[in-house]
């Protein structure tokens, strides 16, 4: 049978403290990003949204944070234009990275040891996993789009660096796991997991 987007095909292992830790490096990853986004675009009125935006310019509040500038490289090459589009881009950016890292923060909410994670949560967890562990990795290699760790700063910094393999292989776990059952046409038992409220 086909999977449907309520079918589980991943499960974070949140025992041993691994939920709080994940939990607390998705709200300090989201307090950053939410200081992208202008006063009043928190608003429910889409046209109070729109003018804070256009009032707004977040460019050099972004390249003034190290983690947030690796996560918004530059489209283009010209610095003139690739103001522009971070100008045109970065709210919107924002909001869905958010987004996204909210429903992984609902997700850890919901559920006790392991996590289970739905067809239609995958997207959104694959895209959090990913920014965080660029957003730590801007800690090692700087900002520069293709830069990388120079040893000196691994051996520095070595929780660092096995946090962010952590965050790799969390990806790539989630990555595998869901095309495996794709593959097999089956999903994760959802009695296996034990949700908060029981």
Same mark, same amino acid.
């Given at each position: 049978?086909?999977?449907?987007?309520?079918?589980?095909?991943?499960?974070?292992?949140?025992?041993?403290?691994?939920?709080?830790?994940?939990?607390?490096?998705?709200?300090?990853?989201?307090?950053?990003?939410?200081?992208?986004?202008?006063?009043?675009?928190?608003?429910?009125?889409?046209?109070?949204?729109?003018?804070?935006?256009?009032?707004?310019?977040?460019?050099?509040?972004?390249?003034?944070?190290?983690?947030?500038?690796?996560?918004?490289?530059?489209?283009?090459?010209?610095?003139?234009?690739?103001?522009?589009?971070?100008?045109?881009?970065?709210?919107?950016?924002?909001? #869905?990275?958010?987004?996204? /890292?909210?429903?992984?923060? !609902? %997700? $850890?909410?919901?559920?006790? *040891?392991?996590?289970?994670?739905? +067809?239609?949560?995958?997207?959104?967890?694959?895209?959090?996993?990913?920014?965080?562990?660029?957003?730590?990795?801007?800690?090692?290699?700087?900002?520069?789009?293709?830069?990388?760790?120079? #040893?000196?700063?691994?051996? /520095?910094?070595?929780?660092? !660096? %096995? $946090?962010?393999?952590?965050? *790799?292989?969390?990806?790539?776990? +989630?990555?595998?796991?869901?095309?495996?059952?794709?593959?097999?046409?089956?999903?994760?038992?959802?009695?296996?997991?034990?949700?908060?409220?029981?």
């Amino acid at each position: 049978m086909r999977l449907g987007g309520a079918d589980l095909v991943w499960a974070f292992d949140g025992r041993d403290g691994r939920d709080d830790g994940l939990r607390a490096m998705v709200g300090f990853y989201v307090s950053h990003l939410r200081d992208l986004l202008p006063a009043g675009a928190e608003s429910d009125d889409p046209f109070t949204q729109i003018v804070a935006d256009l009032a707004d310019d977040p460019t050099e509040r972004m390249l003034g944070n190290q983690r947030l500038s690796r996560l918004f490289p530059p489209a283009l090459t010209d610095g003139e234009q690739a103001g522009e589009f971070w100008r045109d881009s970065i709210h919107n950016q924002t909001r #869905a990275r958010i987004a996204d /890292a909210e429903v992984v923060g !609902a %997700d $850890l909410e919901a559920f006790d *040891g392991f996590v289970p994670v739905r +067809l239609d949560r995958v997207d959104a967890w694959a895209k959090t996993l990913g920014a965080l562990r660029l957003f730590w990795y801007s800690e090692l290699a700087g900002t520069e789009r293709l830069a990388e760790p120079v #040893a000196a700063m691994v051996e /520095a910094n070595p929780g660092l !660096a %096995d $946090l962010i393999d952590w965050l *790799g292989y969390l990806l790539e776990d +989630l990555m595998e796991s869901r095309t495996a059952c794709l593959g097999a046409e089956a999903s994760l038992d959802p009695e296996q997991f034990t949700a908060t409220d029981q």
